[in-house]
């Protein structure tokens, strides 16, 4: 290695630099200096470029994540629209159906809007169904490409892309439970995912299928809370006003019912009397409760649907009236039993049979249910063509259906064509028989008001 010194001259036993020398070190000093600062701005340049690229991009994601879920709110908000049947019980055009063309479009302009909301030009702003090809899609992938503005002069380009879904909450709309930790403890029906007392349930069926001939989907955003779910609710929101301290809530007693959406306010509080529900708070637009029954939390009210007698009535309101005598209380046990859905049974056999117990296919499909042998054998059915033992197994085999699948349209087709086809693809197969006995089924209980529309979580997909 070189070193390089600076000339010296000796003087009174000091070292001196020569005045020329020392000119030449302050012009390199400075030199060095303004390279040094020079360096420090470009650091600072591309740590400003870094940031904003960070910043940016964060943006981007954000824009996407709610273009994606602004998709898929208008497409859960529309389900109950494309799932309705085409055409009323007289033949004329159902106004409240949309088709899934229309259903997509929605979707679409919907997941538009919050990019515009969002300061993204819709024109990078692409939308994706994944799940179009299926019956019912619930799936929405957005793609931003967004060009940030940093400061006065800094662009930063910026890509994201964000999936959202809207699974079913609950395979099966009539499911049972108890209730605990509240003011009531009996037997819980769960519509939307939300419990209530069981005469509750048959009074709101009926009057959910109501507000359906009338446009109006209703949809339970509360039912029966525990004192300790009270209590969290109580911790987060302290304002008595607003929410009731636990312990004093009339929703541990599964009678009160939070109703949505906002738009079907003006409907309640017309009709919601009819059915035996009071709006029980002049401030809570969405708040009813059951008050056709015994009082709120009485003992008399827990022996009713201890008895049984409230669950009864709320499986009987839920049969279709095209489903033969001598078939409702079999369809009613084993959906309990099962734990299915009955109309969803019921609807099933008028298109497998028409409930004809002798019926069979040039498949091979015998019974009322239409059981293929080696389907039959499996469910422990030794006589297809006995119907009782028959609706039996088809509830049983719909129980395991629903539970693989997660949605009644798709345990249906599994039914239909096999879980294979289903299970390649998680959506109902391109048979034109299998998406022909899919819709006619949910068109025939479409206006029964026994299976629940499946609640819907949005959520982004990792």
């Known amino acids: 290695m070189k070193f390089l010194f600076p000339r010296a001259t000796r003087t009174s036993g000091r070292v001196t630099v020569s005045p020329v020398r020392a000119r030449e070190e302050t012009g390199q000093a400075l030199i060095l200096a303004l390279g040094g600062a020079l360096a420090m701005i470009a650091a600072a340049l591309a740590l400003v470029a870094i940031a904003g690229a ?11 994540d709610l273009v994606a879920i ?10 109950p629209r494309l799932l309705s049947p085409p055409r009323l019980a007289d033949g004329r055009p159902n106004p409240n159906h949309i088709d899934k063309s229309t259903y997509l479009a929605r979707a679409e302009a919907a997941a538009l809007a919050a990019a515009r909301a969002n300061e ?30 940093e400061g006065e002069a800094q662009r930063v380009e910026a890509s994201a892309v964000a999936e959202a879904a809207a699974p079913y909450g609950s395979a099966t709309g ?13 037997p819980l ?10 005469d509750v349930a048959a009074a709101y069926d009926q009057m959910a ?13 509360s039912g029966f809370r525990s004192d300790a779910e009270q209590a969290e609710l109580f911790a987060a929101h302290p304002d008595p006003t607003w929410v009731a301290p636990p312990g004093h809530s009339l929703h541990r007693c599964a009678t009160e019912l939070d109703l949505g959406p906002s738009s079907a306010y003006g409907w309640l509080a017309a009709n919601a009397t009819r059915f035996g529900f009071v709006q029980r708070y ?3 637009a969405w708040h009813y409760g059951f008050d056709a029954g015994p009082a709120p939390c009485s003992p008399e009210g827990e022996a009713a649907a201890a008895g049984g007698g409230g669950a009864t009535t709320v499986a009987s309101t839920s049969l ?19 734990n299915v859905p009955p109309a969803l049974m019921a609807g099933q056999l008028m298109a497998e049979s028409g409930f004809d117990p002798n019926a069979g296919s040039p498949a091979g499909a015998q019974g009322i249910a239409q059981f293929m042998p080696g389907t039959a054998a499996s469910y422990g059915l030794t006589n297809p063509y006995d119907p009782v033992a028959a609706i039996d197994a088809e509830a049983h085999l719909m129980h395991d259906l629903l539970i693989t699948f997660g949605s009644p349209e798709l345990a249906l087709a599994a039914y239909n064509a096999g879980p294979a086809p289903v299970e390649a693809c998680h959506c109902i197969p391109p048979y034109p028989e299998t998406q022909a006995y899919v819709t006619r089924i949910l068109a025939l209980i479409g206006g029964a008001g026994a299976m629940a529309m499946p609640s819907f979580e949005v959520r982004l997909v990792a």
């Open 54 to 64: 960070v910043t940016g991009k964060g943006r981007a994601q954000r824009a996407a």
């Open 70 to 79: 602004s998709a898929v709110r208008s497409m859960r908000d529309d389900l």
């Open 120 to 149: 993204v030009d819709p024109d990078r702003a692409h939308v994706a169904f994944p799940d179009a090809g299926s019956f019912a899609p619930v799936r929405a992938k957005a793609t931003i490409v967004a060009g940030l503005r």
């Open 174 to 186: 009539g499911a049972t439970g108890m209730a605990t930790g509240g003011g009531y403890s009996g």
């Open 189 to 198: 029906i769960y519509r939307d995912g939300e419990g209530m007392m069981p």
């Open 209 to 221: 299928a109501a507000a359906r001939s009338d446009g109006i989907a209703l949809v339970v955003v």
């Open 282 to 284: 002049s401030w809570e």
């Open 320 to 338: 279709p009236a095209f489903v033969p005598a001598q078939y409702r209380e079999p369809i009613l046990r084993s959906a309990a039993r099962w």
